[in-house]
């Protein structure tokens, strides 16, 4: 019985110095700075704060912080189901690759992505230069009234920004559901009469719309918080193509500290609900399965 008591108290031991770790771990990490922020913001009061908070610069980030992360994520949660449903059921050359391709922007440096896409689709570049003036597109667009395309310095530019890193997420949620769902289910839904829409739709789309939400609430949080792709691409004017984080540092810039972390305490909050979401739709995930 010592022996075992012994053995006991030292497991207990054990599993308390791990908690503790993983306490302190995730203080310092995550708490304290956290914690920081609001502090500096408390610096000031809060007519002050919110002042900062409804400025009408602001309140135009906003706007194009939470609905440009809207539209990346709707778009990549249409466009990720197709990828992930073609790499995952069909074979053919170069099918790795082009999985792995999937997870560069997880890999790939900010400021080389938005040079890359400024270099793709900016006034000049190797598809942009197509819509320059004097070209045919932009001759025919001249003719419709518009004088000059530029894919970059527009809110179509930060929306290409936000969809490029946010590609990854829905593909890899429900890359894995596609892999547990055998294919003799639609086989044998096609024996019973249905056609392609309507076993995707009662067959497969109810098993894959938990992944899907999960997904897209996750590529939204990462697309409200995109800043690097976005600093270069959208050229920042503000009322038009300034997003949350780029105001921030505009701020900061003017050594606007506390105005800065007012403006960041809401998108905080904001990613708090996000966090909510989408553990609440994991576990709604969880309780469909069984």
Same mark, same amino acid.
């Given at each position: ?66 609905? @440009?992360?809207? !539209?990346? /994520?709707?778009?990549?949660?249409? %466009?990720?189901? +197709? $990828?992930?449903?073609? =790499? ?100 044998? @839904?096609?024996? !019973?009469? /249905?056609?392609?829409?309507?076993? %995707?739709?009662? +067959? $497969?789309?109810?098993? =894959? ?82």
């Amino acid at each position: 019985m010592s022996v075992l008591s012994s053995t006991l108290s030292i497991q207990r031991f054990h599993r308390s110095l791990l908690q503790g770790l993983a306490l302190t771990y995730i203080s310092f990490i995550i708490l304290l700075p956290l914690s920081v922020i609001f502090l500096e913001a408390s610096k000031r009061s809060w007519q002050e704060l919110w002042q900062v908070i409804t400025a009408p610069v602001a309140v135009e980030a906003y706007k194009l912080s939470f609905g @440009a992360a809207l !539209l990346a /994520a709707l778009i990549n949660s249409i %466009f990720g189901v +197709i $990828l992930a449903w073609i =790499l995952v059921r069909y074979e053919f050359p170069g099918r790795r690759l082009a999985d792995g391709l999937v997870d560069l922007p997880f890999a790939m440096p900010s400021v080389v992505a938005g040079i890359a896409l400024v270099s793709l689709y900016g006034s000049g570049g190797v598809l942009g230069h197509y819509l320059d003036p004097g070209t045919f597109l932009g001759n025919s667009l001249q003719q419709l009234g518009i004088k000059q395309v530029n894919l970059t310095s527009s809110v179509l530019g930060v929306v290409f920004a936000k969809v490029f890193v946010t590609l990854p997420f829905v593909v890899r949620t429900v890359q894995p559901v596609l892999m547990e769902i055998e294919p003799e289910v639609e086989e044998a @839904a096609h024996t !019973l009469g /249905a056609n392609a829409w309507q076993t %995707f739709w009662r +067959i $497969l789309f109810p098993q =894959l719309l938990p992944a899907i939400l999960t997904g897209f609430t996750l590529a939204f949080a990462r697309a409200v918080g995109e800043y690097g792709v976005v600093l270069i691409i959208s050229g920042n004017i503000p009322y038009e193509t300034m997003i949350s984080s780029v105001y921030i540092y505009r701020r900061l810039e003017e050594y606007d500290y506390s105005g800065a972390t007012a403006v960041a305490i809401v998108l905080l909050l904001f990613s708090l609900v996000i966090l909510i979401c989408t553990n609440l739709v994991q576990w709604w995930s969880l309780r469909y399965e069984r």
